[in-house]
């Protein structure tokens, strides 16, 4: 049980850490997005005596906004920001849940049975967190590298000498 508890800790903590930049990265992309889609609106008319100069290179960049101003909507990434910070909350509300049982384990204040019930419990949570939401996270390798150095940080700071997976 003692195991599973851990696994499960770490398993919470990587979500939470993982949707969490999914969730930076989708507001830094929207941002992005739109500043670019206002530059090249705003520039289409002011900037006139250049482009005249160099029209294919003005033809190209509206060609590319007015494609991004179509597909924006159909682009789920950048909408699904505000999802993945709620489910990287309840995540680390759950960590924080298993963080506590695991202490709990530790000290041995707790019996056999008691620490099983809640650990499962837990489990039954993390299914519900994951049922509420249809949304899938995009599995950006480097992104979960990042998450992964990310926790093994959080890890060190908060559980000296244990094995963190």
């Known amino acids: 049980m003692r195991g599973?508890?851990?696994?499960?800790?770490?398993?919470?903590k990587f979500k939470a850490i993982f949707l969490d930049e999914c969730s930076r990265l989708a507001s830094f992309t929207g941002q992005g997005?739109?500043?670019?889609l206002a530059i090249v609106a705003s520039t289409s008319v002011g900037a006139w005596v250049v482009w005249s100069k160099y029209p294919a290179i003005w033809a190209i960049i509206v060609a590319i906004s007015q494609l991004l101003h179509i597909i924006k909507p159909y682009i789920p990434f950048l909408k699904q920001g505000g999802i993945y910070r709620d489910m990287s909350n309840m995540f680390e509300s759950l960590y924080l849940q298993y963080e506590k049982l695991w202490y709990k384990l530790e000290q041995g204040s707790m019996d056999y049975e008691k620490v099983g019930k809640d650990f499962y419990d837990l489990r039954e949570e993390e299914l519900e967190i994951e049922k509420r939401y249809t949304?899938?996270?995009?599995?950006?390798?480097?992104?979960?590298?990042?998450?992964?150095?990310e926790l093994d940080n959080a890890l060190c700071r908060f559980f000296k000498g244990e094995n963190h997976v």
């Open 33 to 36: 997005y739109t500043i670019f």
């Open 4 to 12: 599973n508890i851990w696994y499960s800790l770490v398993d919470a």
């Open 135 to 149: 949304v899938h996270p995009p599995r950006f390798q480097w992104l979960m590298r990042k998450s992964r150095k």
